[in-house]
């Protein structure tokens, strides 16, 4: 991957931003050290992270053979020795029989059944420098943050369609999406929907604390590749920027009370296999730690964004994808597997009857577009999406689809008493 492949260039930023831009991308010295936590954010006493980065700088996908694919299919219990045969290029050859003993853990644990949400980005305000992102902040898209009444409207028409769980999400910025707000649309969302997930900025465990007291169920936070040396390359200003303080989001989100946690690498960034691996750890380690929680993983690969479309995941196709997603399932057996809309609807409709147990629907990555897109209503002024989707599916088209292939779709499974 070229290194400048990702950067986007403004004819609209002032002479002092371009001057800023071009020396954070050219200049490494010029940028902060992306292992050195910033002023207030909380350390933490965990060793999680040696445990999965050991791992995954040890492995090596290519020392793997057809006879360790075949020990790990015939394993009762699926080892991280052979979670990492199966993610090697030795298993490709073996990918139907990997599917076949994925379907066969996935019904076992979660029967027939398929979850159904849809994401509402309340904000794409953001203060980072991700090179490959949409809401980056040298960017040149709408920028909208929702008053509270429009965030209401969104989510009354939403709630309309019959989905039970929603996703929140935000751009990073503290200043635009503050904590207080990001709790009121928490508050909001108790209204209208029983299971209410967030993905925004990283925070400390109090603030997840606060979150959930609003009405929090889980967090979703992508830790984009857990390659820290490519990390640094790809994030190269604002809080995001610190690969530490992102890694360890899940476990302060459980020790502040949150009764489950997402994690995902961004395939495509870094070496997705060892992206996969770390990824799954992750969640391995995390439930030994904290059994009670509810863990889950995301599956996506690069979207095209504004201004740049040559953003894709290069050698992360559909069947990579696939052999990756059935790995999880055999190692991780309990855990929750989301495929997004940035898959076509071909390979959703086909993951989810092999390892998949959870997609959205009815999906926008726009700000304050659900009027127009559920109810015909007239455009509002809305802000610019984070990325293309690929399977644009109304939350009805979604569920007939799941119906028809014989499965069970679930709107929500949780109840407080």
């Known amino acids: 991957m070229a290194e400048n492949q990702f950067f986007v260039d403004s004819d609209k930023l002032s002479k002092e931003a371009l001057e800023k831009k071009h020396r954070i991308e050219t200049d490494p010295s010029a940028r902060t050290n992306h292992m050195e936590y910033m002023e207030g954010m909380e350390r933490i006493s965990s060793d999680i992270m040696d445990k999965v980065i050991g791992q995954m700088n040890s492995y090596n996908p290519d020392e793997y053979t057809e006879a360790d694919v075949k020990r790990a299919l015939h394993?009762?219990?699926?080892?991280?020795?052979?979670?990492?045969?199966?993610?090697?290029?030795?298993a490709a050859p073996f990918l139907e029989e990997m599917a076949g003993k994925a379907k066969m853990e996935t019904s076992k644990h979660f029967g027939n059944t398929v979850y159904i949400f849809t994401p509402l980005y309340i904000a794409n305000y953001c203060e980072n420098y991700c090179i490959y992102c949409g809401?980056?902040?040298?960017?040149?898209?709408n920028r909208k943050k929702l008053s509270f009444e429009?965030?209401?409207?969104?989510?009354r028409i939403i709630s309309e369609s019959g989905i039970e769980e929603i996703l929140m999400l935000t751009g990073e910025s503290r200043s635009a999406s503050p904590i207080e707000y990001i709790g009121e649309a928490c508050k909001l969302a108790g209204k209208y929907f029983k299971n209410i997930g967030l993905e925004i900025y990283p925070v400390n465990s109090d603030e997840y604390r606060f979150l959930h007291e609003c009405g929090a169920d889980y967090i979703t936070v992508f830790q984009e590749t857990y390659d820290a040396d490519k990390y640094e390359t790809l994030h190269l200003m604002g809080h995001?920027?610190?690969?530490?303080?992102?890694?360890?989001?899940?476990?302060?989100?459980?020790?502040?009370?949150m009764r489950g946690v997402a994690f995902s690498a961004?395939?495509?960034?870094?070496d997705y296999r060892k992206d996969a691996l770390a990824s799954a750890l992750h969640v391995f380690y995390l439930q030994r730690k904290y059994p009670h929680a509810e863990f889950s993983l995301s599956c996506p690969r690069l979207r095209p964004i504004i201004n740049n479309d040559k953003i894709n995941p290069l050698d992360v196709h559909e069947k990579e994808l696939c052999q990756i997603i059935c790995a999880y399932r055999i190692f991780l057996p309990y855990v929750g597997i989301t495929v997004s809309s940035r898959e076509e609807k071909h390979f959703r409709d086909g993951i989810v009857k092999i390892a998949a147990t959870k997609v959205s629907a009815g999906v926008s990555t726009g700000i304050g577009d659900h009027e127009s897109k559920y109810s015909g209503g007239e455009d509002a002024e809305t802000g610019d999406e984070q990325f293309e989707i690929a399977d644009d599916r109304s939350f009805d088209e979604m569920y007939k689809d799941i119906a028809g292939e014989g499965l069970q779709p679930v709107l929500n499974d949780y109840v407080y008493v």
Do not use: H, T
Not at 76 to 83: Q, R
Not at 135 to 141: A, E, L, Q, R, V
Not at 243 to 254: S, V
Not at 266 to 270: E, Q, W
């Open 75 to 90: 394993s009762e219990n699926c080892s991280i020795e052979d979670f990492k045969a199966l993610l090697s290029p030795a």
């Open 135 to 141: 809401f980056n902040c040298y960017n040149d898209i």
């Open 150 to 155: 429009e965030i209401e409207k969104e989510m």
């Open 240 to 257: 995001k920027r610190v690969w530490p303080y992102r890694f360890e989001a899940q476990e302060r989100a459980l020790m502040g009370g």
């Open 266 to 270: 961004l395939l495509g960034l870094a």
